[in-house]
Each structure stands twice: as C-alpha cells, then as structure tokens.
C-alpha cells in the first residue's frame, strides 16, 4: 500500500486524499471481448474467449455440465462423461400440421463450454459434487423455440426449416455448418398435413415425416406444460387474467379443449391416460371460413379486429327482441341474452351488404365461443369433471374469445367448472410430437429447470413485418431500426393497442373491445424456453411450495407505473454506460439504440398487458433489462466503474481490518454489520445514489455513508443476531459451521462491506461459501470475479489467505505466510459459488447446482442488497438463521416496505424456522 498512511478509515473527518482521485462516474475506453448472443432467432454462438468458463446463452447460464451423464462406473474418480450435448441422437424439429396452421418447435444446443474454471473445479471438489445423475440418458441442455406459420404458406415454413437446417436434425452439432444433408433424416410430425405433405418434405428438405398419434401428442403436450411451466395456464375473467398455480399432484383428471380448426375434447387422466369423448365441427376454421365469406377478409387477424369495433345487436335476435325489450326472467334469462345468433338476418328484408362486417365477426365469433363453451361444459359435467383447459389458436390470446368462453362455462356450470387457458395455446401438438423422440429428457425436466426468454422478434411467424429469419445481430439491429420506434410509440413487433380489449363477457354488448388487435408476434405470448438441467430449488428454502421470490406486486397499477418510470428515466443513463463500456465506437452506439428500443418496447408491452409474458414481479423487470443488454452483446455495461471501484476499496481495506482488530468482539460484529449498511450504497441502479456519486470520491462518499449510521436501524434485529453470535448470560456463543454470504455489489461494498464480516466468520471457524452472479448485472460483483478480489484482499491478510487457500481460491498459493513462518493450513475454507443469475435479484426456486451443493451443510445465510434481500426474498423463510442486511436506496421502496426512508437501513435477523 504504497503512499498511504495509516489514518482510520471509520468515521475520519479530515480525509486526506491518499488513494488517487478516483471518481467513479470517470468515463473509460476498454475494450470488452464480445461474446456472440443469440440472434432475432440465431442460435448460433461464437466461442468464448479463453478463460471464460461461464456459458452466455443470453439466457440464465448454462453453468456447469455437471448433469452429464457417466458412464461406466460412477464410483470412479474421473469417469467418462457423456455431455449432455454430444448426443447424436437428439432431434430437433416437430412439427404439428394442421388444417390451418403449421406449428413447429425447434431446438437449439448450448454449444459445449466445458469448464476449465479452476474455481469451478476446486469448488466441486469441496463440496463434494458429484458429476452425474443417473439416467441412462441426459437431459437436454438448450432452448425450445415456437413458431408458427399459415399451412396454405407451406413453401414460408419450409425456407424458415430449411434457412436455420433445421431439417438436419439428428446430426451432431455439425448441424449448424454445412453438413451434407442428412437423407436418412427423420422429423417427428403430427396433424393432418403430417399425410398430407410428406411427400413436399421429401421432396424439398429430403427428410421423412414420422407420424405421431395426433390427440396423444395434444395430451402430452398438454402435459408437459401444466407441470413443467409455472405460470402456464390462466383463467380469464371479464378482462382480468390470473395465472393458476397447478399442483403437479392434483392435475388430473382434467377436460382439455383444443379448437383448432376443428374442436377435439380429450378426458385426461393421466400421462398417456386420456379418452377423445368429444367434439365439434364448429371451430376456429368455421369462424375464419365463414367470416371470410361473409366480410371478404384477408386475414384471421383482420377479422378478428374487425369483431373489436362490432355490435352484434343488429344481427343477433336477442331475448328483448322477442319479448318486446322484456326480460325473461323466469328462466334467467336478461333482454340483452343471444336468443338466436344472426336471427335478426331472417326477419328483415337485409342483404349482407347491409350488415357491417364488424357486427358480423362479432356475432360470428360469439355464436362459436359460446357453442364451444357450451359443449365443453356439458362434457365436463358427464364426466364430473371441474377443470377444463382451452387450447388450440382459435383462441388467439384474445381476451373477448376467452372472455366468452369462460362466461359460457361459469354461466352453464353455475360457478362450478372453470375455464382456464394455455400461454402455449396452439403448441400442444407440436410440443407433444417433440416429446415422442426418443431420449430427449424432456419429460423429466421440472419447473426449475426451464427459464423462459423473451427476445425480441421471438418467435417468428413469417409474413410481411417480420420478413425473413434473422441470422445474425446486424440483422437483428437493422430490423429493429426499421421497425421498432424508439420511445414508447412501438410498432412491431410489440404494436401498442388500446388498454381493455374486452367487454363485458357473456350475453351481454362488451362494452369496450379496443382497436387494433396486436400483431401475431407478440399476441403469441411465449418466449424462448431455455432448458437448464443443472439448475436446482435452494435446499434450505422453508416453504419452496409457498415461496414467492417477489415482495413487490407488480398487479398493483400505481406501482407498475412507478417502476416503469424509474426504469425508462434510468435509459439513457444506462446506454451510454453500455455504449462506453463497448469502446464507444459506432458498433455499439448502433447496439445501444438498438437495446433502448427493444427494452422501451418490452416496457410499453408490458404497461399495457402486465401479464403478457407471465406473472410479472419487479425482479422479472430488472432481469429482463439485462437480459436485453446481453441480447445486444453488452457483457458487461459497469466493467470498469467495478474495477476501479474494486481498486479503490482495496487501496483501505488494509486499515480498516487493523481498526476491526482493535475492536473489542462485541463492538467488532456491530461495526462489521454496519460496514456492510454503509457500503451497501454502491449501487449503480439506484438514481438517487448515481446523483451522488458526483458529490466525491469512493472513499469519501464511504466515510460519509458510515458516519450516517445510526442505530436504531428501521429494521433492527441485531441484538439478537449478537446474542446467537456472542452469547449472552447463560447462551453460550453459536459458531456456524457455513455461511453462505449472498453478495451484491462490486468496490466498497464487497471489499470494505462483505468481505471484513467473511472474515470474521472465518475467524470463528465458520466456513464461508461467497455467492456471487453468474453473469454481470448492474454493478455486481460476479463469481468469476471474486478470486481477483479475495486474492488482493488476502495479501494483506494472514485469515483470508489461508481461508481463500484452503477454499481453493488461491490459484497459485503462496509458500509462507506475510511473516514469512510457513503456511499454516489449517483454516476453514473461504470459497466462492455462482448463483446462477444474471440480474440483480434472487429468484431461490432456480438456483445453480453449485449453490444448491454449498447449501447442504449451511446452517447461516446472510443475503445482502436490495435486489436480494429487499426487492426477492424479504418475506422468504430459511430452514437456517438467515440475515438479510440493505441498504433502501430507494424512497418509495421505503416508504412501502418499512415505513422509512431513503437511506434507512434493514437488518433482520430470523432464526431457523
Ligand atoms: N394467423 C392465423 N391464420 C389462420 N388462422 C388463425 C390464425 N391465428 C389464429 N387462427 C385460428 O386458429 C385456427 C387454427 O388453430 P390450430 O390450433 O392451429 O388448428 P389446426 O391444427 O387445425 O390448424 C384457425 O382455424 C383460426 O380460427
Ligand atoms: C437494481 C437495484 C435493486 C440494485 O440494488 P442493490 O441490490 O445493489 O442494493 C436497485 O438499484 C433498485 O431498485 N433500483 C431502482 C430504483 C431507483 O433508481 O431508485
Ligand atoms: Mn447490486
């Protein structure tokens, strides 16, 4: 530490400026190696530079590959394994062609990352982390992608097939290079055009289509999804949508409706348990042949707008017409109830030219919904059935559609059956053909492992806005310029629609159906699913049936609203951090708009529609933001704030830890616990404290934070957390055996904060586990980073090194100890786990299966920041002593959560539970 004298770094008033002017918002010109993301629907993936163990799929990472597969004998020390994607064996596209849609499902591999991450390895060593599973196969690791296109544009379908080779499935991943058409190649494919056009796939792609059962594929479809996506299926009430949670124990028996362009009802009573009793004729394709006909459409969409602005009064014969405008409430029935759909055409002398095309569609699509509920119902009741699910693209995500449908069922069941609806609506087919490959896995994924992205542009759909598939980024940036406006006017591919598309429901005139229905895209609803085996539920969560990762509710509007703000005013801040930590170069200016208009469309899509893409809590937002970056190849937007904020830290770590030493153990834990408040200001998501870091330096604002702090917190249960530390009377001091410190930020926070409280752990004998990111989010400190940061920290400190040494986090050890003695080993270790997450929250349902393994012997966790203990997981209950210390950078936040302040801190301490 040369240059520095030994002022205390606590509470000191006449700062001498020691440490370099270091001002944090200096702006800075290194250069990041990008990493390939995935295209608009590009799959493929650039390798990543040497060193860099962590799989950025643009998505959670993929994290280790620790679920392959041995083979041989799993008691050996360095098996054989068998990658999960070295497969030959593993097929790629299903395919479900029906009468008037093809939908296909595609998948795409995770290229091989094989980790060479010496922590990684030293780490599974550790904590003894099996790399196998038992199956006689593995799971996929990778991403199913949906996507659909008309059936009587066929030739559209085969160039996408054939444009991303899709054809060339069961290949080995040489499928995405120019491998030689497969000739023996096999593609699983279910509907009516699986007959119908097998001799055109043969004929144009070379490949043969194997056909599977089509109402055995719509059931496991169906299947799979109920169980494997959390929030998959949903009711939908008079405009209100709310996502079911399905207990994978109580899901059967269940009716399923699939309309399609026919209607097929299915008992299910189990996997591959299932019976058609049931059907229509009058289905989707009835309401698009007919409403063709009668309003010279040109699209399903056009007249499904068109049914938006209609009235079905004026041709509908309802209750009131033929009892005079009277009611006929003897039998329930309102003046306003649908006597006779389009009875009104027989009694007056009206060509169809006199009947407005809207009131046509309208009265069209209610006569088929109701009919369709009706039927369903009625089945439901033969067989004592109370669930029924709808799928099938007749229902569109259209909110009248559902509306109608779920009135017809509540009106005819009185309130006994309900109608609840699929997000993968028109999949199940497609999804169920992938299922019957052999070997895939898929079946024994759980909800945990399945992580869904929404980039833009997914899924494509073919036609005229989305033009051809796009295969790399520079496409991707052109199509958003072209059709992505920046701000909150969108176009495409999330259009902005009026709010409150749907009426009333039921026999009654909705009273407000919206304008323009939103474009196929984004009305689809369903992102990209990544299949991460290797994530695992945190072991020590209490409850995992009851978790709830969210403390903020986003169904709250005014909190939507407020949140939306704070994310769209931190914009531009936020890109030119980005476009800076890129070189700033045209490249990524070109990116940086590009981000600001994909991520300001998903903001305005989700104002309008806040369940678009599931249920919707504050950590889905901030994800998704850095999600977006990724998708535009920002790795690492705070690269050099956190790398200078990090030197900084370090340049006074060394006289702070010689303060805490003086300390007596009591006053130590108190000032180590504030430490960690005060440092905890560090945050570059936060505006008000972005503001102030204008005001000074690092060190400054650091001292500045500290002297602030003032007990009582207004959350404050440190006495306790002291007496289960220290003892007290007759308690004797509890020594943890692992800690696993969730950490936040990058600089002060994780060096002056985080890091002095590990230590004392250590000190005590508690093993500490660090949990960091996988990937960078805001300021965060990452896990790859933190052997960088321990390893700086450790040369001046004799507990961390030997700590960091035995945790294995000392890459070359050092032979003697500061004093030159020789090393003494025997510390409990000091190691470092990734979470899993890229964000800047914590969902604990998905967590990585190293965290998960660390868990295991953890009997204290402490979860620190906003994002982790505040915003996720403030409610959470642990099966250990859990502390969760924050800083609230936030007004509002405060006000709400505890009743403060901005700058107020928490410190809650709960026992196990
Ligand atoms: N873009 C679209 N083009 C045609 N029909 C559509 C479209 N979007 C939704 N639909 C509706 O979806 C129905 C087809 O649903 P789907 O589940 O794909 O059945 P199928 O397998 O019989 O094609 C059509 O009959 C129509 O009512
Ligand atoms: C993104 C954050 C949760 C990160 O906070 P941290 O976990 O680092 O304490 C936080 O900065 C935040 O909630 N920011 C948005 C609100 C604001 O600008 O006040
Ligand atoms: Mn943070």
């Known amino acids: 530490m040369a240059g520095l004298t030994r002022d205390p770094v606590l509470g000191i008033n006449d700062i001498k400026e020691k440490e370099e002017e270091i001002k944090i918002d200096k702006k800075h010109t290194d250069k990041v190696v990008l990493v390939r993301e995935e295209g608009i629907q590009g799959d493929r993936e650039m390798a990543l530079p040497a060193g860099n163990s962590i799989h950025r799929s643009g998505s959670r990472p993929q994290l280790d590959l620790s679920k392959a597969a041995i083979q041989g004998n799993f008691e050996e020390r360095n098996p054989t394994i068998l990658l999960p994607n070295q497969s030959d064996d593993i097929s790629h596209l299903a395919l479900d062609i029906g009468g008037s849609l093809i939908k296909l499902v595609y998948f795409s591999r995770h290229e091989d990352y094989s980790s060479n991450d010496k922590r990684k390895k030293t780490v599974k060593e550790r904590l003894g982390i099996s790399n196998g ?24 379908c085969l160039d996408f097939i054939y444009s991303k080779q899709l054809h060339r499935a069961g290949l080995d991943s040489s499928w995405l290079t120019e491998a030689p058409a497969n000739e023996n190649a096999i593609i699983k494919a279910t509907g009516g055009g699986a007959y119908k056009f097998a001799d055109l796939f043969k004929e144009r792609l070379g490949v ?33 949508k709310e996502f079911v949670q399905i207990d994978q124990n109580d899901l059967f028996p269940y009716l399923l409706v699939n309309i399609g362009s026919g209607v097929s009802m299915i008992k299910v009573d189990g996997d591959g348990k299932f019976q058609r009793v049931s059907g229509t004729n009058v289905g989707g394709g009835t309401y698009w042949g007919l409403g063709r006909l009668l309003t010279k459409c040109k699209s399903f969409d056009e007249l499904l707008e068109l049914s938006q602005r209609g009235d079905n009064r004026t041709i509908d014969m309802l209750v009131g017409d033929i009892y005079g405008g009277m009611d006929y409430s003897k039998i329930g029935l309102s003046a306003s109830t649908i006597a006779s759909s389009f009875g009104k055409a027989i009694s007056e002398k009206k060509e169809l030219e006199d009947y407005r095309p809207e009131d046509i569609s309208l009265s069209l699509l209610r006569m088929i919904s109701y009919n369709i509920g009706q039927i369903s119902y009625l089945n439901a009741l033969r067989f004592g059935i109370k669930r029924i699910f709808f799928g099938g693209f007749f229902i569109r995500g259209h909110a009248y559609t559902m509306d109608t449908i779920s009135f017809a069922v509540h009106f005819w069941s009185n309130g006994e059956a309900q109608a609840m609806f699929l997000r993968h609506e028109g999949f199940l087919g497609a999804l169920g053909a992938f299922m019957s490959y052999e070997k895939h896995g898929l079946d024994d994924l759980m909800v945990h492992h399945l992580v869904e992205r929404f980039p833009m542009g997914a899924p494509y759909t073919g036609g005229k806005i989305h033009g051809p598939p796009l295969g790399d980024l520079n496409e991707k940036i052109s199509w958003m310029e072209k059709f992505v406006q920046k701000g909150t006017e969108i176009i495409a591919p999330v259009p902005m629609a009026p709010p409150g598309t749907t009426g009333l429901g039921g026999f009654e005139v909705p009273s407000s159906k919206g304008g323009t229905l939103r474009s196929d895209a984004s009305a689809l609803n369903v992102g990209v699913l990544h299949l991460v085996p290797t994530l695992e539920v ?3 969560l209490a409850d995992p049936k009851t978790y709830e990762p969210n403390t903020i509710d986003l169904a709250d509007h005014s909190e939507l609203e407020y949140w939306f703000t704070v994310l769209s005013e931190h914009l531009p801040d936020l890109v030119d951090k980005a476009v800076a930590s890129e070189g700033g170069t045209d490249d990524a200016k070109r990116r940086g708009d590009a981000f600001a208009r994909a991520f300001s469309a998903h903001l305005a899509r989700l104002m309008e529609e806040p369940a678009a893409y599931g249920k919707l809590g504050l950590a889905n937002l901030l994800e998704l933001r850095e999600e977006c970056l990724r998708e535009f190849q920002f ?12 030197e900084a830290s370090l ?41 102030l870091y204008h005001k000074g330096t690092i060190i400054e604002i650091y001292r500045m934070s500290r002297n602030k702090m003032q007990r009582p917190w207004r959350v404050d249960n440190f006495d306790v957390f002291k007496e289960r530390m220290l ?15 969730f950490v936040d930020n990058s600089g002060a926070d994780i060096v002056l904060g985080m890091l002095p409280l590990a230590r004392e752990l250590l000190r005590r004998g508690t093993e500490v586990v660090l949990v960091a990111n996988s990937l960078p989010a805001l300021n965060d400190v990452t896990a790859m980073e933190l052997p960088e940061i321990v390893a700086e920290a450790a040369k001046h400190c004799d507990i961390l090194r030997r700590a960091a040494e035995a ?16 090393e003494n080993p025997s510390s409990v270790p000091l190691m470092v786990v990734e979470n899993g997450c890229g964000s800047p929250c914590i969902d604990l349902r998905q967590v990585s299966s190293e965290l998960a393994a660390a868990a295991k012997e ?21 099966k250990c002593d859990a502390l969760k210390l924050a800083m609230v950078k936030n007004q509002r936040l405060a006000e709400k959560l505890i009743k403060g302040n901005i700058y107020d801190c928490v410190c809650r301490y709960e026992p196990a539970s």
Not at 227 to 240: L, S, V, W
Not at 807 to 820: K, P, Q, Y
Not at 858 to 878: K, P, S, V
Request: glycine share 8%.
């Open 538 to 540: 945190f072991p020590l």
């Open 651 to 691: 340049a006074v770590l060394p006289d702070l830890l010689m303060e805490l030493d003086s300390m007596s153990e009591e006053t130590r834990l108190l000032t180590l616990v504030e430490g960690v408040l005060a440092a905890n200001i560090f945050d570059w998501g936060s505006r008000a404290c972005v503001d």
């Open 807 to 822: 945790g294995g986090l000392l890459v070359d050890a050092m032979v003697s100890n500061l004093d030159g003695s020789l």
């Open 727 to 741: 003892g007290s009377g007759d308690k004797k001091p509890f020594i943890h055996r692992r800690a696993l410190l």
């Open 208 to 240: 043969s289509l194997d056909k599977e059962d089509e109402m055995n594929c719509l059931v496991s479809g169906a299947n799979f999804l109920l169980k494997a996506i959390r929030h998959e299926a949903f009711t939908h009430m008079e405009g209100r």
């Open 133 to 156: 599973n038992r199956r006689s196969y593995p799971i996929l690791g990778g991403r199913l992608h949906f996507v659909k296109f008309e059936t009587n544009k066929i030739n559209e």
């Open 858 to 878: 953890a009997d204290l966790i402490i979860l620190e920041g906003m994002g982790r203990a505040l915003h996720t997981n403030f409610n959470a209950q642990f």
């Open 635 to 646: 790795i690492d937007a705070y690269r050099s704030i956190k790398q200078r904020e990090n």
